[in-house]
């Protein structure tokens, strides 16, 4: 059985900092395209970062230079570092595991970010 749980989000202030962590278990990230994505109410959920094929990136536009993806391949976990945080990024985060080039398979339940002074 394939879980992913997210651990980090909460409540933060404009222009502050998270770290949101995904662990897997019944799968081995190495071997799958691995992501962070984010749904905002009533907005259709959009990819944040992922890994692609190997150790490839990519982010969305609206992060680029303020929040991280990285992994450990020994925890089996990916990590989102978020910084600059504004509050268009309140969401629910959720990490999402797949093939590449494919939508992700595999879902976490998220992890709610707030973003509001």
């Known amino acids: 059985q394939v879980q992913l749980v997210e651990s980090g989000g909460g409540l933060v202030q404009p222009g502050g900092s998270l770290r949101l962590s995904c662990a897997a278990s019944?799968?081995?990230?190495?071997?799958?395209?691995v992501g962070w994505y984010r749904q905002a109410p009533g907005k259709e959920r959009e990819l944040v970062a992922t890994f692609t094929s190997g150790y490839s990136t990519t982010y969305a536009d609206s992060v680029k230079g303020r929040f991280i993806i990285f992994r450990d391949i020994a925890k089996n976990s990916v990590s989102l570092q978020m910084g600059s945080l504004k509050p268009e990024d309140t969401a629910v985060y959720y990490c999402?595991?797949?093939?590449?080039?494919?939508?992700?398979?595999?879902w976490g339940r998220g992890t709610q970010v707030t973003v509001s002074s």
């Open positions: 999402g595991a797949g093939r590449s080039g494919a939508p992700p398979q595999y």
């Open positions: 019944g799968i081995i990230f190495n071997f799958y395209a």
